[in-house]
């Protein structure tokens, strides 16, 4: 259960205990969770292949995870979601 006060506003990121594995059986998470609060900065850092961008398109809700979930604001993150994206760096 979340407590929510001035000292401790609502999650506006929640990723809960979510995993995901490619067809090809090529597990890339398990079990991850983070919270993200409102004016909390997150960056994705780490060397070429380690899931940055799967971690961005399950996110965005490019992606459904193979367990757990993706919220925004409370919300469920899914597929079909047409208020989320990103932009490329190139």
């Known amino acids: ?3 929510v006060t001035p000292f401790h506003p609502p999650a506006v990121l929640s990723v809960d205990g979510i995993g995901f594995t ?4 090529r597990e890339v998470f398990r079990n991850f ?27 965005s809700g490019f992606l459904k995870p193979t367990a757990g979930r993706v919220c925004i604001n ?11 994206g990103y932009v490329f760096q190139t």
Do not use: D, H, W
Not at 34 to 56: D, H, I, N, Q, Y
Not at 74 to 82: D, H, K, N, W
């Open 22 to 25: 490619y067809k090809n059986g």
């Open 74 to 84: 409370g919300q469920p993150v899914f597929p079909e979601m047409q208020a989320l």
């Open 33 to 59: 969770s983070l919270t993200v609060k409102k004016r909390e900065f997150v960056a994705l850092l780490g060397p070429s292949g380690c899931g940055k961008s799967t971690m961005l398109n399950l996110l």
């Open 1 to 3: 259960m979340e407590i």
